[in-house]
């Protein structure tokens, strides 16, 4: 059976409007079963697991955190021109385009059994996109080729135009229950509880420069505006009744903990500014909250680790894994914390909810993991963690940085007294002074904001009388006794930036 009456054209509309039906068959049935496994998001979760390490480093530095919808929208893209070309097979043999089709749908079938949790319950909805998809295929290319029967070698103008308005119908009522799916699928709901009180409370967060100062990044990054890096294309769902926090490997006693549990324990407070390790030099991958969680030294010391375990490797709900010297859990100077709470507020599901990990010092992918479920003790020789094994490095120390906020790089500002202005951070040692260079100038002095611990950044300012001209502005900082940030450029891989924050400003 062939369809070869149909043009290129209309053949290839067919092939593409019936991926399309199907692709949306797809995410209306995960709504049910977990957008994780909805074909696009499984093939996306493959290839970002699959992509080699100068990919993602180049989707990340090109496309930011929109480098998310950027994939979808090439695995969208592709999926759209293999069907179309599944189309123009069927015009020589409707077997090969069905074939083609076949091949997508077990690809995506594939991937979603081997997601995290995934196995044959995560196949469901790519047969359900392989029925309507290749079903629909199919039906249309062989209403479209029946007529060849009636007149052979001629398409009747009246089929190829019922099998074109089929085709299109199709393509809508994909699209339909593509959007319906997400909708759903993003609506199930997260079990909002107000946490308990902190057993120990800090003291309430000082005024940050930004109330006087134009320009400079707050002192307490509010949540909605935190930076997200997550390899989660779906972020996850995680019901606080269902999960659990395992604690096993070399320890005495295996443990595991509901999130009653968790909430049940002393709870304490720890102002920590997160940094991930894909920040460039001034970059924004960097935020500060007050947290409030459980320190996992204590949970650490209920599991009992026996001796000669180096690192904790902990797993996340959507399998993806870190790992932290134990000595930074354990260090008693150092508040790790199993965090549930973040800026007053439940953790939201964008940062892990119902339960991460926030690890003083060290950049986010060596102890911050979120949705975290599992910590296993064990050793670097025995496990090694995601994006080590991507070839970044096993241990990540933070790098001191100071970032300059205001004026910002390439802007024309207007002449005189004016400010400039950011925040620095030196995580675990302490920022203790940032010094500003203008041009080929002495190295000036800035003024620090309110000093929040050593965890956390601080806010600084320098008065500069703007004169008319091209100016370069570059910012250091001191840190712990007074050791300087280090002029040594380097990029984010394999263990974070270095390198003078530097902007160009134009004054008239
Ligand atoms: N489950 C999970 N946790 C994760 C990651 C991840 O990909 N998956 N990324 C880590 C990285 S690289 C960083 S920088 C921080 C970012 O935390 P945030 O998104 O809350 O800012 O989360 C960490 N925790
Ligand atoms: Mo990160």
Known sequence: MTAAHLGKGQAAFVGLAST????GAGPLVAAITGPSYSPPFAVGSAVVDAAPTWLKNFAVSTFGTADKPVLLASVALVTGLLGALAGLLARTRLVRGVALLGVLVALAGLAAWARPGGGVFAVIPS?????????????????ASGSSSIAPGVASGDVTRRT???????????AVAAGMGQKIGSQVTQMVRALPRPSRSLPAMPAGLERTVKGVTPLVTPNSNFYRIDTALVVPNVDAGGWRLVIDGDVEEELEFTYDDILAMPLVEADVTLTCVSNEVGGEYAGGARWLGVPVRDLLAKARPRSGADQVLSVSDD????STPIEAFQDKNRQALL?????????????GFPARLVTPGLYGYVGATKWVTKLTVTTYAEHRAYWTDRGWSEKGPIKPSARIDTPRA???????RLAIGGVAWAQHQGIVGVEVQIDDGEWQTAK???????DYWRQWWLSWDAPKGQHTIKARCRYADGKVQ???????????SSGWHTVSVGVR
């Open 486 to 496: 280090t002029s040594q450029e380097a990029e984010v891989t394999p263990d974070g």
């Open 319 to 322: 399998g993806w894994t870190c």
């Open 410 to 416: 390439g802007r024309t500002i207007d002449a005189g």
């Open 20 to 23: 399309i039906a199907g692709a």
């Open 164 to 174: 074109m308005l089929s085709a299109g119908a199709l393509a809508g009522l994909g």
């Open 448 to 454: 620090l904001g309110p000093n929040v611990g050593i």
């Open 127 to 143: 047969l359900a996109t392989a029925f309507v998809g290749v079903g629909s295929f199919v039906a249309v290319m062989s209403s």
């Open 339 to 351: 965090a549930v709470g973040m800026n007053g507020e439940p953790l939201p599901r964008e940062h």
